[in-house]
């Protein structure tokens, strides 16, 4: 089988017979957009539309959505679409200018977090919204030593790139930043998760300062989705987000995945662990789709940053960028899909297990609310990383027309996210497709 | 009068007396999304819809839009509205699966360029652009060098912050960005803007090299827009480009204020000066308030980082991004906008030319299409830049409701970019109103 070795789950040329149709798209791709984008899927799928959880492909086949966690309201959702359509109409204009809809947005986003985080600040992107994290949380400590995990994934502009490892081997680090071990509870020596990551990035702050490097911050997202899907035990990160403190940093809370409900317990990752962020940056899920994300934190760490290096994001917090986000917490928190999250997610977790039961297969599953990582291994007792199963897995998943991927620094943990609105039917559909996967790969 | 040393047309609390509405907005925002923002204007404006080239506030006056160069076909387009709100009901999915907008987009925006400008890539805004660019630049160059104008703007991500040097004297340049003066055509010692210009990039690559900084990039908009805009002589880019190309650098066309029809003589600022570029970065226009931007470039310069650094940006060339940038290019072809900037351009740069006759304030008229520049001075003899009648100039303009800002190293060029579609009969109003405030300043 070829792989990428860059990127789990990418399309290689060559490795599957594809349909004309495909292929011909795939060659226009390569011409237009050039040789940096990446596809998933040995078999890569071409949609033309969606509706709830459901992606429909160009023949008319329907795949089960349990990847894609930026419509995580459901494809299409008529009611982002309707603010979004009446807001363009009405007015577009950006935050140089006065307009109720950002404030009146700011106010509800920042009434779902700790009292202490008081001030939100827009960005397009989530790697915008990591990148203006670090630059005000250099301009606040005064350092610019960065603490990440070790397949962490916070973005692609250029200093957000340099802290995030899954890129790849190619894509250098920064000389400021630091790698620690993912919380691995399922391969821990000691079993004391919360002692073992403490102790790590101790280790990181020193071998920063022993280079004269300030630490600025340590960041991490709530549920260590690139690492491997890694959720406990809840409150592990206390001793972590003490020691950043008592060096002087900041712990910022990426919560581009790991926000807007989808780990189930709580709106934020962050607060499965009971600890306070100084910054918290979101994405993704923000506009279900449409471009819009923020820097939510404790008002002092701005001070310093809001008197030196005003900040303005063109499309940022604009009227419209404001207006579908505002729909999307409305839904989220008129039809309740937090605790959907949590009832749905926790349904699927116990069909993974069971699945474990019967297919020697999955090693462990992990994972909270609509989060969910399935390790695959080639040996229970060793616990051997089955990177070439995973992969096959996930593509066998893609031919049942269900979309999952995978991720973890073996690339060997299924990485299942489905919408927040799923239902148990749907679990049921996605635990049925995988039973059916696994069984055909003990056969071959 | 109060004002804000690091940006231009700042609103400064104090300043002026606000009207209660007003002045308790300002209150919420601050407590909501902290010190960082900034408003324009003495006395800041609320709006509350948009329509064509015409703004209105919470009372129902209209106000003539003459500033915002991203809705450049007019507030609220309903060919925008209509494809944006199509898409967003059928499909959002992003550039990990096929889907046919965003190549029939690309396809369209290459053919507007050179035919050596082969590939596209996407991302939501023109910081991102920028921010891609550079990693783009250093993967082809293996140099880290910056070489920009000492008043450019290009962005806010960390990487593009650091060689924006209109952001102020305290968001710190790059150790590896050296500035060069402005093509100042005004003030030009020699008469020869394009011998000074090329001898001033040729010394910036000499001094980068004297410190062991291999040359990356120049990078410049069309139209120099933060720099005072300097619009000529046509072709006076040539030899700085050749002196970053025999230096081994790529040079950059930031057409993020320049692009899609805004300089008037052709779609892109610098086909105004017959130079190839090796990358060209887009964003503000390009989906009028939808947040789409993008990279294009020739396509042996992505090479080598689409080979060691897939690129994928969640929002970027997306479904929707791509549906709404295509709507903004049909509608700038059909309606002819480029040829309406041109021509609506001459006749308000006539129109300015024929104010500097009357007013002596006014030292100088610039611009191309629909980016004009009126500098302002005390003296005309000796150019004497004259910041606070330009800031009361632009304060002015407000209060006769036609929105226009300012710009250049000494803040005292008005910047005028009307809507692409503005007639002749919005040109008279706003030389009306520009005469009308320049009577009462000479009278004060």
Known sequence: MKTDTAMINAFVEGAAT???????????????????YRLFYERPVHFVRGEGAWLYDAEGNAYLDAYNNVTSIGHGHPKVVEAVSRQMETLTTNTRYLHDHVLLYADRLL????????HLMFTCTGSEANDLAVRIAESFTGGTGIIVTETAYHGVTQAVARFSPSLGQNVALGVHVRTVPAPDSYRSATGDIAAEFTTHVQAAIDDLRRHGIKPALFICDGIFASDGVFDGPAGFLKGAVKAIHDAGGLYIADEVQSGFGRTGEAMWGFQRHGVLPDLVTMGKPMGNGHPVAGVAGRPEVFAEFGRTARYFNTFGGNAVAAQAAMAVL???????????????????????????????????????????????????????????????????????????????????????????????????????????????????
Not at 18 to 36: C, H, N, V, Y
Not at 111 to 118: A, K
Not at 414 to 440: C, H, M, N, W, Y
């Open 18 to 36: 594809l349909d004309p149709s495909t292929a011909e798209l795939i060659t226009r791709r390569k011409k237009l957009l050039g040789p940096a």
């Open 330 to 444: 409305n839904v989220i928190q008129s039809e309740g899909l937090v605790e959907n999250a949590q009832s749905v997610g926790a349904y699927l977790k116990d069909g993974f297990r069971a699945l474990a039961t019967r297919h020697a297969a999955v090693g462990d599953v992990r994972g909270a609310g609509m989060f969910l990582g399935v390790e695959i291994v080639s040996n229970r007792a060793a616990k051997t990383a089955d990177a070439e199963k995973t992969s096959r897995i996930v593509n066998g998943m893609r031919e049942e027309r269900v979309l999952i991927s995978a991720c973890a620094k073996s690339a060997n943990v299924l990485k299942i996210r489905p919408q927040l609105t799923s239902t148990r039917a749907e679990a049921d559909f996605l635990l049925g497709k995988l039973e059916t996967v696994l069984l055909r790969q003990a056969d071959e």
């Open 111 to 118: 009434s779902t977090m700790p009292p202490e985080i008081g």
